[in-house]
């Protein structure tokens, strides 16, 4: 079996379902973060037999403009989402975000060689200029599911160009890309489109992200209302 990680974003999804052959798990979060996702990573290799990992960023990427506003510009961000992503391009320099985007796959290459020596490790850099938007209005929708071999097309049964996808295992590597998600999108709603497989999973970590709300920064509670509300099981079909 493989492994592909690329990004939450909500353009990718056919382009991604272009390389599922049934046998590759999809993972995804914000900047296809490697180091965000070393958990995840870990249980998959560990329980499964993985011969290649793929890496696939992509170019106007938000989470790449996200850690250009930290490091260029000085930008506040949560110290999570420092910890997951921004800090590992701290030591870097780069004049321009095409530049950022180019060094981001080599770092996460770098760390799925340092993981895992034995595997078949690449990378490509998706240019989203081949990409039709094809969004309907300005409500998008962020989706949270474990990693998963099944195409987006099945997953994600409506709108899709208004879906952002994120895959992992672990709460501690879903938690950051969430509130990505609700830092880079002002103007969204977020919600999970549910579907009756991941039921179980997203009711598990909507309970946890709800234990302490008073540590939340508010945008993340006021989107967290929202999951919850959208999570009742009425809605779940
Ligand atoms: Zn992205």
Same mark, same amino acid.
């Given at each position: 079996m493989e492994i592909i990680i690329s990004c939450m974003d909500r353009r990718l999804h056919g382009k991604l379902d272009a390389f599922n052959d049934g046998e590759t798990f999809f993972l995804r979060n914000a900047g296809a973060n490697v180091f965000g996702l070393k958990e995840t990573l870990r249980q998959l290799v560990n329980s499964n037999n993985i011969s290649a990992i793929k890496v696939m960023p992509h170019t106007d990427c938000g989470a790449m403009k996200l850690v250009s506003s930290v490091i260029k510009d000085g930008a506040k961000v949560d110290a999570e989402i420092d910890k997951m992503l921004v800090e590992q391009f701290k030591?870097?320099?780069?004049?321009?975000?095409?530049?950022?985007?180019?060094?981001?796959?080599?770092?996460?290459?770098?760390?799925?060689?340092?993981?895992?020596?034995?595997?078949?490790?690449?990378?490509?850099?998706?240019?989203?200029?081949?990409?039709?938007?094809?969004?309907?209005?300005?409500?998008?929708?962020l989706y949270i599911a474990k990693p998963s071999t099944k195409p987006y097309s099945e997953i994600i049964e409506e709108n899709p160009f208004n879906t952002y996808v994120?895959?992992? =295992? #672990? +709460? *501690? @590597?879903?938690?950051?890309?969430?509130?990505?998600?609700?830092? &880079? %999108?002002?103007?969204?709603?977020?919600? $999970?489109? =549910? #579907? +009756? *497989? @991941?039921?179980?999973?997203?009711?598990?970590?909507?309970?946890? &992200? %709800?234990?302490?709300?008073?540590?939340? $920064?508010?945008?993340? +509670? *006021?989107?967290?209302?929202?999951?919850?509300?959208?999570?009742?099981?009425?809605?779940?079909?």
């Open positions: 030591h870097m320099k780069f004049s321009s975000r095409d530049e950022l985007e180019r060094a981001n796959l080599e770092i996460q290459l770098k760390h799925l060689k340092d993981m895992f020596p034995g595997i078949n490790v690449a990378g490509d850099l998706i240019d989203i200029k081949d990409i039709e938007d094809k969004a309907k209005g300005h409500s998008h929708v994120v895959q992992a =295992l #672990s +709460r *501690e @590597e879903l938690y950051p890309d969430i509130k990505i998600a609700v830092m &880079l %999108g002002q103007e969204k709603v977020f919600m $999970p489109v =549910l #579907s +009756r *497989e @991941e039921e179980r999973m997203v009711k598990m970590d909507f309970s946890v &992200l %709800g234990m302490r709300p008073d540590i939340l $920064p508010e945008e993340l +509670r *006021e989107s967290i209302e929202i999951i919850k509300r959208y999570s009742l099981p009425t809605k779940i079909k």
